[in-house]
């Protein structure tokens, strides 16, 4: 190990010790994942907003190597803790969270306080899906895969984040064998009009089938868009074509 994964390793544990607690003020927001199969709302993903809903930006421009660990394990346990004021365990739908890689030092002890929250408010641990994005370069791919299969192993779902916009593409989709991918936005932007990535998305929906791996597209603003990504048998959608984020709310989705 590396002086700075120790470094990492020792203010993780001193995070542990002081209860996660959140580094500065945010908010989460929601948005929800639809399914267009039986017009349902497949989960919501919970969204770091500011403390009076600014961007993400003004939020994640605080993460430094110093507060990664408790910004990540404080995420986890207040976009459970909100989704549950919501009432977003009763509606059925999923909750999807972002997690950084790099704030993990051993799986089995972050996920602790995870546990813990959705045990304390009766929230589903098997409705929970924890994205990593594939524009994050992965440095230790054998510390994610012990990553995920930690989280199987608590009945966790995992998906890929930004599919097909980052450093390791398939090479990711063939090591990690998520649950879930969600195609990059970028590729489902203009899709009806642009023949090349339609291809594209054509070629990856038919690898996902035959690796039984769901597929969400987001970033969905047009009817043509979606016209063209639900052609091509893709059933699960995010965008603001369904909904915006709602700031502290759950946003019901135009169907």
Avoid at 89 to 110: D, E, K, R, T
Avoid at 202 to 208: E, I, R, T
């Amino acid at each position: 190990m590396d002086k700075s994964s120790l470094a990492a390793q020792q203010m993780g544990c001193g995070a542990c010790a002081d209860g996660v607690a959140p580094p500065f003020p945010y908010e989460m927001a929601f948005q929800p994942i639809v399914d267009l199969r039986d017009r349902s709302i497949f989960a919501f993903e919970a969204l770091v907003r500011g403390p009076g809903g600014e961007g993400a930006g003004s939020v994640l421009s605080q993460v430094t190597a110093d507060n990664m660990y408790a910004f990540d394990q404080s995420c986890r346990v207040k976009a459970i803790e909100t989704a549950e004021a919501l009432g977003l365990a009763a509606s059925g739908a999923a909750l999807s969270i972002n997690f950084i890689p790099g704030a993990v030092y051993q799986p089995a002890a972050c996920i602790k306080a995870t546990l813990a929250a959705a045990k304390r408010v009766g929230f589903p641990r098997d409705r929970l899906i924890f994205e990593v994005t594939e524009g994050e370069k992965v440095v230790d791919r054998a510390h994610l895969r012990g990553i995920l299969e930690e989280y199987r192993r608590h009945h966790f779902r995992s998906a890929i984040d930004d599919f097909g916009a980052g450093y390791a593409g398939l090479n990711l989709l063939a090591e990690f064998q998520p649950d879930i991918i969600k195609i990059d936005l970028e590729l489902a932007r203009d899709i009806d009009t642009r023949p090349v990535a339609r291809k594209i998305v054509a070629a990856m929906v038919g690898l996902c089938r035959e690796l039984a791996i769901e597929i969400i597209a987001e970033g969905i603003e047009t009817e043509a868009e979606l016209g063209v990504l639900r052609a091509m048998g893709i059933d699960l959608f995010q965008g603001f074509l369904f909904a915006k984020p709602g700031f502290k709310s759950l946003p019901v989705p135009r169907f």
